[in-house]
């Protein structure tokens, strides 16, 4: 091996050139694909076994879990904010409740009432019912 000299002096070795036959390539090729499925195939294994679980165990170790008193204060700060927020949809709901009844009150006064006469009242309509006379049924040859 020869050694080159880079730009800052410092010298490089070089690196051998490997020659290889058709076949030989192929084959090499071929080992790459192969190690290349295998260790797709053990990431998949992870994924579906129980090298799974071990990951999510390990992660939930690594989780900084808040204290008690976070705990407590956190909640108490979200249900009082909560509680506001229902009250004020409270207030919102009676005060559009009442002008929506004050308006349609006030559209009802001011428009003017039509004197409606009342239906004319007449005898009940009795209707007989007739029954269909009977039809003869036609002669059959050959039967008494």
């Known amino acids: 091996m020869s050694k080159k000299k880079q730009k800052d002096g410092t010298a490089k ?8 036959s058709k076949k030989e390539l192929k084959q090499a090729e071929k080992e790459a694909k192969l190690k ?3 260790k ?15 990951g999510i165990k390990g992660e939930l170790k690594r989780v900084s879990w ?3 008193e976070t705990v407590k204060s956190n909640t108490i700060t979200v249900v009082t904010v909560l509680l506001m927020i229902g009250v004020f949809v ?23 009432t039509a004197t409606v ?3 004319a009242v007449t005898a009940p309509v ?13 002669a059959t040859k050959g039967k008494k």
């Open 117 to 119: 006469a009342p239906p």
């Open 66 to 68: 808040p204290n008690w």
């Open 36 to 38: 290349a499925k295998a």
């Open 90 to 112: 409270y207030i919102l709901d009676v005060g559009f409740g009442a002008g929506s009844r004050a308006l349609i009150q006030t559209k009802a006064a001011s428009e003017p």
């Open 40 to 54: 797709t195939a053990k990431k998949a294994d992870k994924v579906k076994g129980e090298g799974w679980f071990k």
């Open 13 to 20: 070795k070089a690196t051998p050139k490997v020659e290889m």
């Open 126 to 138: 009795v209707t007989k019912v007739v029954p269909a006379k009977a039809t003869p049924k036609p």
